[in-house]
């Protein structure tokens, strides 16, 4: 699988994850759209990082304590994506 | 103090899924005990149990809340639909505010437990789903009624193994009458149907392998239940000004302690539980028609059950009616007094006497009228629920005829 490949999996399936607890179309969710404004609360919140953790077999720094100083992303779809990308790749390294 | 009465009841069970159909099985005798349907059931020496058959919890709740409902909510959650519509009540307003639930249960979500401990412990995994305690903990079903129906008043929940659904009701019926509250949804739920809830049984040996056959010389044990029932218990004045169906009057409860063993009952403490109840019903023993036993189909229950009847009730003990529907559900452990307080609702409301099923042999140690093996048409006006739990914890509720 080339770099290339992977990245659009990689946001695909966050994505799709994200859909799912915000209850969407994948098509209505966007990289610059924020958790919040799709409707995703502080429970959905911890799901979606538990389906990203059984999806791609990692393990986020999170803590609902703190969510800002998890050193994990949460501002965007996008940001999230690039988060979950560090992970796999620290992951395989 | 104020009066208390009941305007609504629901539930779930192994004979039925509403109160209609269990009163129908009571009626009928029928047995909802049979071969278990569960997750590893060959590793098991215990196959048997009143369990609630093909549960569709998709059908009824949505994935976001199957994610927070253990099975024991969803027994619960479905009984308290089916109780408060039966009711009339709307909780808005002051209502929701002098309103709330204490609902019983001995383990709240044992499935919830056993799905994760697997998933670490046998399936390696190094993370649970990040609802698990708030589903799993046994004041979830209470907290999800409360949600459910805007009840902001006094709510719980009780764990007193198998005298906690008896024990929730009692102190529904003490909230009401003291004026901490209006209206008390109530009752209790369990569901330790599943391999390790079933294993942790097996290992005391008081299970029996076949039936669950209360006072019949040849019984071999108890057997668990699941399920909930849910009841609505309102201030009587509340109910009576509204226009309520009265279901029955709750007249009496008492509650004490054995404090001296931790599985095996005492005659003493729980005759002194039946004596308390009766008093503060002020009604005598010979006022009873109908005693719903807690009748374990163990000898050490059973033998210890009619000895403390006989003690309190003296000559009474000769006429009154005993049963024990465990014999139709199952042992619903914490929420077990809530199944059978519907066999007393049935008694007060049909003036039908609900049997104890797979009798089969006097024992000369209980030589009560158990009623067995078929239903019988009775009036009564006073009845009674006994519940004594492991531990030596003992919870008695006496109840009369709507007016």
């Not at chain 2, 209609?20 to 009928?28: K, L, M, Q, S, W």
């Not at chain 2, 009143?50 to 969803?74: K, M, N, P």
């Amino acid at each position: 699988m080339n770099m290339q490949s992977q990245v659009i999996s990689v946001q695909a399936q966050v994505i799709a994850i994200i859909a799912e607890q915000a209850v969407l179309d994948v098509t209505d969710v966007s990289p610059a759209q924020s958790l919040e404004s799709l409707g995703i609360d502080s429970l959905g919140l911890v799901e979606t990082i538990f389906a990203i953790e059984e999806a791609f077999d990692i393990s986020v720094p999170f803590n609902a304590n703190e969510p800002s100083k998890s050193g994990f992303d949460l501002t965007s779809v996008a940001s999230i994506v690039a988060a979950v990308e560090v992970l796999i790749t620290q992951k395989a390294a | 103090m104020r009066r208390v009465v009941i305007t609504g009841a629901g539930t779930v069970n192994a004979l039925a899924r509403d109160v209609a159909g269990t009163y129908e099985a009571f009626a009928e005798g029928r047995c909802g005990i049979a071969e278990l349907d569960i997750r590893d059931k060959d590793r098991l020496s215990i196959k048997i149990g009143g369990q609630v058959r093909d549960w569709d919890a998709e059908a009824l709740f949505s994935r976001q809340q199957i994610t927070l409902y253990d099975r024991f909510t969803q027994f619960t959650l479905t009984a308290a639909q089916q109780a408060i519509a039966q009711s009339g009540l709307v909780f808005d307003g002051d209502l929701g505010d002098e309103s709330g639930v204490v609902l019983g249960t001995a383990a709240g979500g044992v499935n919830t437990w056993d799905d994760s401990y697997r998933a670490v412990y046998a399936e390696d995994k190094n993370r649970v789903h990040p609802f698990v305690v708030p589903k799993l903990m046994n004041s979830a079903g209470a907290s999800h009624v409360a949600m459910q129906f805007g009840l902001r008043g006094p709510s719980f929940s009780v764990s007193t193994a198998c005298a906690s659904s008896n024990h929730a009701m009692g102190l529904a019926f003490q909230a009401i009458r003291g004026g901490s509250a209006t209206v008390m949804v109530t009752g209790g739920s369990e569901s330790m149907l599943c391999f390790g809830g079933i294993k942790a049984w097996e290992g005391l040996r008081v299970m029996s392998q076949t039936a669950c056959r209360p006072f019949s010389l040849n019984r071999s044990g108890m057997v668990q239940g699941e399920g909930a029932a849910i009841f609505v218990f309102e201030d009587y004045d509340h109910a009576h000004a509204r226009g309520a169906q009265i279901l029955a009057e709750v007249i009496g409860f008492a509650m004490t302690s054995d404090a001296s063993d931790i599985v095996m009952p005492s005659q003493e403490g729980a005759a002194r539980a039946i004596r308390l109840a009766l008093r503060d019903a002020q009604v005598a023993p010979d006022a009873v028609g109908y005693i719903n036993a807690h009748g374990t189909g163990t000898a050490a229950n059973d033998k210890t059950e009619c000895a403390a009847i006989s003690e309190v009730f003296g000559a009474a003990a000769q006429s009154v009616m005993l049963s024990s529907t465990k014999s139709m559900h199952g042992h619903l452990i914490g929420g077990t007094g809530a199944v059978e307080l519907l066999a007393c609702l049935m008694a007060l409301q049909q003036s039908v006497i609900a049997p104890t099923i797979g009798y089969e042999v006097a024992d000369p140690d209980c030589p009560l009228d158990v009623v067995p093996n078929q239903a019988r048409e009775v009036p009564v006006n006073v009845v009674m629920s006994n519940a004594f739990a492991f531990g030596g914890l003992n919870a008695v509720l006496v109840l009369r005829k709507a007016a």
